[in-house]
């Protein structure tokens, strides 16, 4: 326990349990601490009880349940909504349990929930293997992994959350239980998609898989050229092979010296394609988006998974202002694609990006009951990420989002990712869930969070007794 604490009297009942450090307002550490990937959200926690192990999480929780403090809980405090901390509740941050350890022939990996992304990768691609995750490395797995997690893999193998065996959960009365095909089944479904509502994961299980070498061709068009550059991507990834995963972004060009000086700076398509099979078959499988699409510039190369995993880092920097929307779409049509390029048109921050994939693949091979995670059968998903850094741009940057999914309602398929429901009611909720797996996951956190402690996250409020 941190020494600097011991004067703060008012949570000695926590002090005499816990293992890890207790930081309040006015400590050393206690602002960097507090702080979250979006730096939209400056709140100060009355207490953040930096946990070391399980039983430290459990009482932190125990503590906060008879002291009438709301909880939240910190894993990699990336998540867009900011849901990791608030005003005058308890943090519980994991930050501190990252430790990854793998089983190479059995291909499986046991991670503490404050893991990064990074982190995981760290210890899995020495071994040729990975999980299937996100695309920022700095990204905490637990937030990702909860909600879904979509990534570079996912069309090979499926989604983040379809990788979790098992997991060592804190429960909201402080009781640790192992969730797993064999004990809490109705939870481990829950913890596969169904967000951070129904317990704190402290390490997961988690499946690998082989992952080598990838190849990796990126090309540019400027918006002109960029409607019929679609039409091709469209045909593209439709008919993609389960080694490819072609994706698109709309965002200002860089000054990179593959880029055509004519588009610095200005709004531009990016197009990449991602191949997963033996390395040397990359360019011919992406021939047949780039001959077709020829773009202004373009750049091959081969990287390993930890690279291609690190690539966005530096495009998404801690304590820059973030709004994120997404949605998914029914089809790519060339009506659909004249209101994503005028979105672009009138992007408001040259930080600001959206981006839209093809998903399907090895998502919808998991059938829909067995997790909660929903919409697995969507064709596309479509997401406005607005980044900023002037807090006197907020209302621009925010409507500019809110536009640039709005405008598309003609061909939204329903739902949305729920990583990325952010500021909407609980009917939002809802919909995202759809109503018959919605009751279930209603009844679920009835049954191990009764009372709703934590519920700073895109809450699933417990079913009321008849």
């Not at 059995?106 to 990975?130: F, I, N, R, S």
């Not at 992994?145 to 959960?169: E, F, M, N, P, S």
Request: a negative charge.
């Amino acid at each position: 326990m941190d020494g600097q604490s011991h004067g703060h009297d008012s949570h000695a009942a926590l002090r005499t349990r816990f293992t890890g450090q207790l930081l309040t307002p006015g400590d050393s550490g206690y602002d960097d601490v507090r702080r979250v990937w979006n730096g939209m959200h400056d709140r100060r926690p009355t207490l953040i009880a930096r946990c070391l192990s399980a039983a430290d999480v459990s009482a932190a929780v125990r503590y906060a349940g008879a002291a009438g403090i709301p909880v939240t809980v910190r894993g990699g405090g990336h998540n867009v909504a900011g849901t990791a901390v608030a005003d005058d509740a308890l943090m519980i941050d994991l930050s501190l349990m990252r430790g990854v350890s793998v089983d190479p022939a059995a291909e499986l990996a046991d991670a503490e929930g404050g893991c990064l992304l990074g982190d995981l990768d760290a210890a899995t691609t020495p071994h040729g293997l990975a999980c299937p995750a996100g695309v920022v490395s700095h990204t905490g797995l637990a937030g990702l992994a909860l909600g879904g997690g979509y990534g570079w893999l996912a069309r090979k193998w499926g989604l983040t959350c379809d990788h979790i065996l098992a997991a060592q959960v804190v429960l909201a009365d402080g009781s640790i239980v192992r969730a797993s095909p064999d004990e809490h089944a109705d939870l481990l479904w829950g913890l596969r998609g169904g967000g951070g509502n129904f317990g704190i994961v402290t390490r997961f299980r988690l499946r690998l898989r082989q992952v080598g070498t990838v190849h990796h061709q990126v090309g540019v068009y400027s918006l002109a050229e960029a409607a019929q550059a679609l039409a091709t991507y469209r045909v593209f990834a439709e008919n993609q092979h389960p080694d490819m995963h072609a994706v698109g972004c709309l965002k200002v060009a860089g000054r990179q010296d593959w880029i055509p000086r004519s588009l610095w700076d200005q709004p531009a398509l990016f197009l990449t394609a991602v191949w997963l099979g033996a390395p040397e078959q990359g360019p011919e499988a992406a021939s047949a988006l780039f001959d077709k699409a020829e773009p202004a510039g373009s750049r091959s190369r081969q990287l390993t998974y930890a690279e291609l995993q690190a690539l966005g880092d530096h495009g998404e920097p801690h304590g820059n202002r973030y709004f994120t929307k997404s949605c998914y779409l029914e089809d790519l049509t060339p009506e659909a694609v004249i209101a994503i390029l005028a979105s672009a048109q009138d992007v408001r921050s040259p930080l600001s990006s959206i981006d839209f994939e093809y998903l399907r693949g090895e998502i919808t091979s998991v059938p829909d009951a067995a997790s909660a995670f929903p919409r697995r059968e969507a064709p596309y998903i479509y997401t406005a990420s607005a980044q900023w850094k002037d807090p006197s741009q907020d209302a621009g940057n925010i409507a500019w989002t809110r536009s640039s999914v709005a405008q598309l309602e003609l061909w939204h398929y329903g739902g949305a990712y729920v990583n990325y429901v952010q500021d909407e009611a609980a009917t939002k909720v809802r919909e995202v869930y759809r109503e018959d797996r919605y009751d279930k996951l209603t009844a679920l956190k009835a049954e191990y969070d009764p009372t709703n402690v934590l519920r700073s996250n895109q809450n699933i409020e417990p079913a009321r007794a008849e």
